[in-house]
């Protein structure tokens, strides 16, 4: 076959002039935001402190990366949109990248990275969940007087025979059920688990831990736990009630619920003939499920419209008007599938193919400290911007992934920012807020 020696290309041009490509414009990367997210790591301690908390049992002197440089180096390339190993072949040598990581040489190839992620095991994930929670305290310049803690699982999909995957009923495939918990937009914990179980174990033990570690961070914080109906289970019901944790939980319905709010859904079903508009009423009852230690207030929404009922049932220790608990308390909880999407579509927490299974589940927590750090831009850096409340993947396309020309030499490195940068004071005000104060 015949080689290729042309280094120049020429386009069909316009107005009378020649359009002409060539492959000799210097070191050139599509990375230039990177810079903010050392900046914001750097504010944080957040890679630093989960190297320290992992340690690193390697002989050093015959080690070329350290331990610190290759986890900021794997939760970098997955904020810029590198999901894979592979893609670590080409982007060792970027010199962006590179100068966010504050290296000379060359970044780690893909089989030292996938070495440290097959090294992972159950004090790994023990040790950066701790990290992710200790930050999240000092986050705090107050103690705060109120926290609401989300819980929710969702399917991670398996597309290989992956240690722990199972096939799932419900979800239609074989997957992981990883278990979630936000405050806010503040990730708390991301604990992979195997699908065969109950979407609610070990969501019990995950917040009693996390209840206590708040607490003696702030004795006086109070704290809600919500969740939906996946997660009502008496004995976590009645290990809040003793230890003064509220809850607003949802109730799957059943003949008894239905039969209980009977009058309610009548009322709705009346009104709505009346006036052919969607009725929503709101009332409470006491209920306690044969299986359940003690009856508790439930809060039920009848609900009728064109396509006929659809009532809901949540279970709450909060006092209060009904609908504004339902209204403005449990249905503000969807927001936090937000939380698990960024997760998975921006910052590639669906990405466990690794065969063990820690190391699935420390890829599931190096994407947690790809969100904790964004979402320390997004809060601290961002705040009163138009891109306060944006998502992780616009973050990354409008603030991060920049075209910049690298210039290095043994005095300095120079990152000429693209001109045509459409959002230049957003970025400088973005790199002032993050500086050291």
């Known amino acids: 076959m015949t080689e290729c020696t042309q280094s120049a290309l020429e386009f069909p041009g316009f107005s009378r002039r020649r359009i002409e490509a060539s492959f000799d414009g210097g070191d050139i990367s599509g990375n230039g935001g990177a810079q903010l997210l050392r900046l914001a790591d750097d504010r944080t301690r957040l890679i630093r402190s989960a190297a320290r908390a992992m340690g690193d049992a390697r002989r050093q002197k015959s080690c070329a990366h350290d331990l610190e440089s290759l986890i900021r180096q794997r939760v970098y390339a997955m904020i810029l949109g590198h999901e894979d190993l592979n893609d670590h072949d080409e982007l060792r040598s970027d010199l962006a990248l590179r100068t966010a990581l504050h290296r000379d040489e060359t970044l780690a190839s893909p089989s030292t990275l996938c070495r440290l992620e097959n090294r992972a095991d159950r004090a790994t994930a023990a040790a950066l969940h701790e990290v992710l929670v200790e930050r999240f305290i000092a986050s705090f ?28 009923g419900y979800y239609d495939h074989y997957c992981f059920l990883p278990l979630y918990v936000f405050c806010g937009d503040r990730l708390l914990a991301s604990y992979l688990r195997p699908s065969k179980i109950d979407g609610a174990k070990h969501s019990w033990a995950v917040l009693a831990l996390l209840v206590r570690r708040l607490r003696r961070a702030w004795p006086e914080v109070r704290i809600t736990v919500r969740g939906d109906s996946g997660f009502c289970r008496w004995r976590m019901l009645r290990w809040f009630d003793r230890h003064g944790v509220d809850y607003v939980i949802g109730v799957a319905k059943n003949a008894r619920l239905l039969a209980r709010s009977s009058q309610t859904r009548a009322l709705a079903q009346r009104r709505h003939r009346e006036t052919g508009d969607k009725q929503r009423l709101f009332g409470e009852i006491r209920y306690g499920a044969r299986s359940w230690d003690a009856a508790r207030r439930v809060i039920v929404k009848a609900e009728h419209g064109a396509r006929g009922g659809n009532p809901r049932f949540v279970v709450t220790s909060l006092g209060g008007d009904p609908q504004r608990i339902y209204d403005r308390v449990y249905c503000a909880r969807g927001d936090m599938e937000n939380r698990i999407k960024e997760q998975q579509l921006d910052l590639f927490a669906d990405r466990t193919s690794c065969h063990k299974w820690w190391a699935n589940q420390f890829r599931l927590l190096l994407s947690s400290l790809a969100y904790t750090l964004l979402e320390t831009i997004r809060r601290t850096a961002l705040r009163g911007t138009a891109l306060a409340r944006a998502q992780c993947g616009t973050l990354r396309l409008k603030l991060l992934r920049i075209g910049a020309v690298v210039l290095r030499n043994t005095r300095r490195v120079r990152l000429l920012l693209s001109s045509s940068y459409p959002h230049p004071e957003l970025f400088l005000l973005a790199a002032a807020r993050l500086k050291p104060d």
Not at 148 to 168: I, N, W
Request: glycine letters at 8%; a neutral charge; proline letters at 4%.
């Open 141 to 168: 310049a107050r103690a705060p007087r109120r926290l609401v803690l989300d819980v929710d699982a969702t399917d991670d999909r398996a597309h290989g025979a992956q240690e722990g995957r199972f096939f799932h």
